[in-house]
């Protein structure tokens, strides 16, 4: 992690990849473990989501990188946005 260069657009990249990828590992594994899902996907949706917030704190605090935690917590809110509109708890 140290040799990860602290700059936004790599912090956005990893902030949405990370959510993305959580949501189809949580998917693949629930299939595989019950033929039908136990988990919504709205849940699923906000599990992916809190998969970023470990991840982000940890760059933040332990490696210092303020600008990659910027573009991390940009997708992240970018998400939980997206998020909210597409669930319809907030019509514009």
């Known amino acids: 992690m140290d040799k990860l260069k602290d700059h936004m657009l790599l912090g956005v990249l990893i902030g949405a990849v990370v959510p ?20 919504r996907e709205s849940t699923m949706q906000v599990i992916a989501l809190f998969v970023n917030f470990p991840l982000f704190r940890l760059i933040l605090v332990k490696y210092k990188k303020d600008r990659l935690g910027r573009g991390m917590l940009l997708s992240t809110f970018s998400f939980a946005i997206w998020y909210i509109v597409s669930h319809e708890m907030l019509v514009f």
């Not at 990828?21 to 988990?39: D, K, Q, T, W």
């Open 20 to 39: 993305v990828a959580a949501y189809f590992l949580l998917s693949a594994i629930l299939n595989l473990v019950s033929e039908e899902n136990p988990l």
